[in-house]
Nanobody
């Protein structure tokens, strides 16, 4: 069974930065599509960023230019660098994996079959 574990969440002021990480086991990041999605109270799940097996990335319009997704296929880790954070970025952030390596649609990340337990990000104004 694929296992994913997020870390790096926390509380920051608007304009600050955080770097989320996701460590995977029983999964080859080089073959999977990987992504981040977030859940905020009262809102629909939102795919934030995706990276496929070829390294092609995609972002939600709400984070484009501020967030950067990357992965290390050797270490089996996924990262999300979040800059210029806004209060509306406050949410639980989840790492997710899909065995089809060329799934590059960011909107679908919340439907990926494997996900971690999440890490909370809180941005204050």
């Amino acid at each position: 069974q694929v296992q994913l574990a997020e870390s790096g969440g926390g509380s920051v002021q608007a304009g600050g930065s955080l770097r989320l990480s996701c460590a995977g086991s029983r999964v080859a990041f080089s073959n999977y599509s990987m992504g981040w999605f977030r859940q905020a109270p009262g809102k629909e799940d939102e795919g934030v960023a995706v990276i496929d097996s070829a390294g092609t990335t995609g972002y939600a319009d709400s984070v484009k230019g501020r967030f950067t997704i990357s992965k290390d296929n050797v270490e089996n880790t996924l990262h999300l660098q979040m800059n210029s954070l806004k209060p509306e970025d406050t949410a639980m952030y989840y790492c997710a994996a899909h065995p089809y390596g060329l799934y590059g649609v960011v909107r679908g990340v919340s439907l990926f079959p494997f996900r971690g337990q999440g890490t909370q990000v809180t941005v204050s104004s």
